[in-house]
Every structure is written in structure tokens, then in C-alpha cells.
């Protein structure tokens, strides 16, 4: 497995409204997306709340604001039957995201956080819904 550092948060690099836009705009992309969106629909009860929460996580990554609180771990690994290719769908559609917003540093930085925080819910949920069986990494057929 190759390890990439994830860059420092650095609040002169991108702004608030940066991180509210990747946030609403991977969202739009997300509910409208066949596998993803009924998930997102079945367990988002408030979307308000969520958009804040979301861009209050975003913040602390790539600005290093202290906003946000919150344990994703057990939420995602509660979620009924996720796979491989939802974590990889969800990837792909934030990193078309952050492709759009034109901004390279907010991209490659939002890119990073995101692939380790995907492979991390992967195993995490894996653990957690199957124990008895060896985890799998999320992208462990890719070079």
C-alpha cells in the first residue's frame, strides 16, 4: 500500500466559501447519483444540518478550523450493505468535484484527505459488518 501525507490545513489557501461549494456541490452530484443517492436519502434526515456539518468537517481538514464535531465511523458502519464500489463511486464523484472548483491546491489537498478517509470508513466498515473475514483495501487492485 502506497501512503501519501496529507497536506498541512492552511486557512490563506482556500476560503469558507470554497469549502461550502465542494460541500454542496458534491452533494448535488451524490443525491442525484443512482447508487449513492438512495443511500444518502434514506439516512439524511435533516440536509441542513448535514451541509454544515460537512462543510464544518471540510473546514478542519483543509483550513484547520476546530468546528466540527462529530464520530463518522459508526454512522458509516451502521449503513446497510455498502460495498467497495459505492466508497469508490463516492471518491470519483468528490474528486470530479473538486476538479470543477478550479482551484489546485483546495483540489489536490481535498483529494488526499478524501482517498484516506475512504479507505479508512472501507475498513473500517468491513471490521465492523464482517469480522470474521480478512478486510480489503479499497484500492488494492490499482497500481
Same mark, same amino acid.
Given at each position: 500500500m502506497?501512503?501519501?501525507s496529507i497536506?498541512?490545513?492552511?486557512?490563506?489557501?482556500?476560503?469558507? !466559501?470554497?469549502? =461550502?461549494? +465542494?460541500?454542496?456541490?458534491?452533494?448535488a452530484k451524490a443525491r442525484k447519483d443512482p447508487g449513492l443517492g438512495p443511500i444518502f436519502e434514506e439516512h439524511v434526515i435533516d440536509w441542513d444540518a448535514h451541509f454544515v456539518q460537512m462543510t464544518n468537517f471540510?473546514?478542519?481538514?483543509?483550513?484547520?478550523?476546530?468546528?466540527?464535531?462529530g464520530a463518522p465511523?459508526?454512522?458509516?458502519?451502521?449503513?446497510? !450493505?455498502?460495498? =467497495?464500489? +459505492?466508497?469508490k463511486r463516492w471518491l470519483h464523484l468528490f474528486k470530479e468535484t473538486t476538479h470543477e472548483l478550479?482551484?489546485?491546491?483546495?483540489?489536490?489537498?481535498?483529494?488526499?484527505?478524501?482517498?484516506?478517509?475512504?479507505?479508512?470508513?472501507?475498513?473500517?466498515?468491513?471490521?465492523?459488518?464482517?469480522p470474521e473475514r480478512h478486510p480489503t483495501e479499497l484500492f488494492a487492485d490499482t497500481h
Amino acid at each position: 500500500m502506497t501512503t501519501h501525507s496529507i497536506p498541512t490545513p492552511n486557512p490563506d489557501l482556500y476560503t469558507e !466559501e470554497e469549502i =461550502s461549494q +465542494l460541500v454542496h456541490n458534491f452533494y448535488a452530484k451524490a443525491r442525484k447519483d443512482p447508487g449513492l443517492g438512495p443511500i444518502f436519502e434514506e439516512h439524511v434526515i435533516d440536509w441542513d444540518a448535514h451541509f454544515v456539518q460537512m462543510t464544518n468537517f471540510w473546514s478542519a481538514q483543509l483550513r484547520g478550523t476546530s468546528r466540527f464535531r462529530g464520530a463518522p465511523m459508526p454512522k458509516h458502519i451502521a449503513l446497510p !450493505e455498502l460495498n =467497495s464500489d +459505492l466508497f469508490k463511486r463516492w471518491l470519483h464523484l468528490f474528486k470530479e468535484t473538486t476538479h470543477e472548483l478550479g482551484n489546485p491546491a483546495l483540489k489536490h489537498h481535498a483529494d488526499t484527505v478524501a482517498t484516506f478517509i475512504a479507505g479508512r470508513l472501507w475498513l473500517g466498515y468491513q471490521m465492523g459488518n464482517y469480522p470474521e473475514r480478512h478486510p480489503t483495501e479499497l484500492f488494492a487492485d490499482t497500481h
